[in-house]
């Protein structure tokens, strides 16, 4: 748990001190398909750097988070071990805001990709490379569907403290529909997108 406050303070000192000195801004929030309409021409560079900056802080947030999510995920617990028993409460108690932290981040990334794969013309061309944007989306549709299994495993002791978890179901659906957008034909983009159709239709029973 100190490794990762250690890595979100970094992450936060980069986003409020050092990358305003560049007059540049990551977008932590789920981007509309309005904001990206109203990036004007006369910024094209700006608002690049923008957008790939905004999808690798996402991520790296991600990755910083998901060592939580992922010991929530874990199915195994020794009986009987005491400090087993005392790091299961310690994540219980303190997981959530990781697992909130991934989810919130994942639901930036995707917003991003799908949002500026929906237009046309010269907004497509901050997202780069098709793999990039492939890699970040399709991490962020796991990171949400492992958030979501969580959830559905701890929502009942505390029901309120996991509804924003909750309500990022869709996002899954929005990410295969981000694929389908973003290079149709690609065969890897095509089954990166059949395989969130698989996992969308998974979590309908935990729903």
């Avoid at 195994?76 to 409460?89: F, K, N």
């Avoid at 899954?172 to 969130?196: F, H, K, M, S, W």
Wanted: hydrophobic share 40%; glycine share 6%; charged share 20%.
């Amino acid at each position: 748990m100190s490794g990762i406050l250690e890595g979100q303070r970094q992450l936060d000192e980069w986003r409020l001190q050092q990358l305003p000195s560049l007059g540049l801004k990551v977008c932590d929030s789920p981007l509309s398909l309005g904001d990206v309409e109203k990036m004007d021409t006369g910024s094209i560079i700006r608002h690049r750097f923008e957008v790939v900056l905004s999808v690798r802080y996402n991520n790296l947030r991600i990755l910083v988070h998901r060592r939580c999510l992922e010991s929530l995920l874990d199915p195994i617990q020794t009986q009987g071990d005491t400090q087993a028993t005392s790091e299961t409460r310690l994540l219980q108690q303190m997981g959530l805001s990781s697992v909130i932290s991934c989810v919130e981040s994942a639901t930036s990334i995707i917003s991003i990709v799908h949002n500026m794969s929906a237009g046309s013309g010269w907004r497509r061309e901050f997202l780069g490379a098709w793999n990039y944007s492939l890699y970040y989306t399709f991490n962020a549709a796991l990171v949400i569907f492992g958030s979501l299994i969580v959830a559905s495993k701890e929502r009942d002791r505390n029901p309120s403290a996991w509804i924003m978890v909750s309500q990022s179901r869709p996002c899954i659906d929005t990410a295969a529909e981000a694929l389908r957008q973003l290079d149709p034909g690609n065969p890897v983009v095509e089954r990166c997108q059949e395989y969130l159709s698989h996992l969308s239709a998974i979590l309908d029973p935990l729903s």
